[in-house]
Structure formats: structure tokens, C-alpha cells
């Protein structure tokens, strides 16, 4: 099915909403736009099913899900695109492997040293949340600041995981 092709308005608006799906700014445009294209009778069986699959990791590739995380600065859908551009800048076929890693250390370093206050910010609210959580508020009543520094570093790092379900379970 080619919705780009052709002079019907609906095929080119339906086409341009799934173009524009990976850039939503809010969680009400996605979530409108999404179901508008899983409404729409133009769109076969095997897209919806396809939409359907890449539903369950929009946290991974829609702006207004992934613009709440750490993201360096890169705000866009393919993340690992926007760093190839910049390193092809820098970088061609005849480079030697030394001048690779320089530029990918020269680089980073100074997309860090760009985005230290969004580090730092990212860190503040990070910070405020974990002192809020009640295992920490508790805990601080109890154990000293250093205790508590390391448990918050545990805590986070408990907290990032992902927890997929595979086979029947117990309860």
C-alpha cells in the first residue's frame, strides 16, 4: 500500500500522520493520531498489526515519551542517526583507528561539557524524587547521610530495569 503516491487527500494526510507519529509533541497528539490510524479503513490488517507491535515500545521512539529521559541533547527518533551525521563530519574511510577514538572522546566531551547544566538539572529532579520516595524518607530517619547516598544509587539502579514476563506465572 503506497498512501505517498496518488492525488487522494486522505491517502496524503493518513501518509503524513504516520510520518509525523515519531514526532509528537504530547501524549494526546500521539495517542489521537494513533487511534485515527488504527481507525482509518485505508490502513490494511498488516500495518495495524505492525502498529500494534511498535505501540508497546513508544516509550523508545516517540518524542513525547522519551523527551522525559537523559537523552544528552538529542531529541529525535533515531538517536543513533543524528550521532552518525555528526561523526561523519569528523571522521572518513581513511582514518586511522586513533583518530577514531580521539574524535569519539573529543566529541562526547564536548556534547557533555554543552549539556552540563541539563545534567545537572536531570540530576536535581532525580535527586528530589528518590529524597521523596518513602524507602528513603524512612530510611533517613534511621541511617546516616552516607548510607543513604548509597542506597539511593541502589535504589536507582533497582528501578531501571525492565521486567518482561515470560510463561505462566505462579500468582
Not at 513508544?58 to 550521532?83: H, M, P
Not at 528513603?136 to 533497582?158: P, T
Amino acid at each position: 500500500m503506497y498512501l505517498n503516491r496518488g492525488k487522494k487527500d486522505e491517502k496524503q494526510k493518513l501518509y503524513r500522520e504516520i510520518i509525523n507519529l515519531p514526532l509528537s509533541e504530547y501524549e494526546a497528539d500521539y495517542k489521537g493520531s494513533y487511534k485515527s490510524l488504527l481507525n482509518s479503513p485505508l490502513v490494511n490488517k498488516e500495518l495495524k498489526d505492525y502498529l500494534k507491535e511498535k505501540d508497546k515500545y513508544r516509550k523508545k521512539w516517540v518524542k513525547c515519551f522519551f523527551k522525559k529521559s537523559f537523552t544528552c541533547g538529542t531529541c529525535s527518533s533515531s538517536r543513533i542517526e543524528a550521532k552518525h551525521r555528526i561523526y561523519k563530519l569528523f571522521l572518513n574511510c581513511t582514518s586511522r583507528l586513533c583518530e577514531v577514538f580521539k574524535t569519539f572522546k573529543e566529541l562526547e566531551e564536548r556534547e557533555i561539557s554543552c549539556y552540563k547544566e541539563e545534567i545537572k538539572t536531570f540530576s536535581m529532579m532525580q535527586n528530589k524524587k528518590l529524597n521523596e520516595h518513602e524507602l528513603i524518607s524512612e530510611s533517613s530517619k534511621i541511617y546516616g547521610k552516607y548510607a543513604i547516598e548509597k542506597l539511593k544509587q541502589v535504589f536507582l539502579e533497582s528501578t531501571n530495569y525492565d521486567v518482561e514476563v515470560k510463561g505462566p506465572t505462579l500468582w
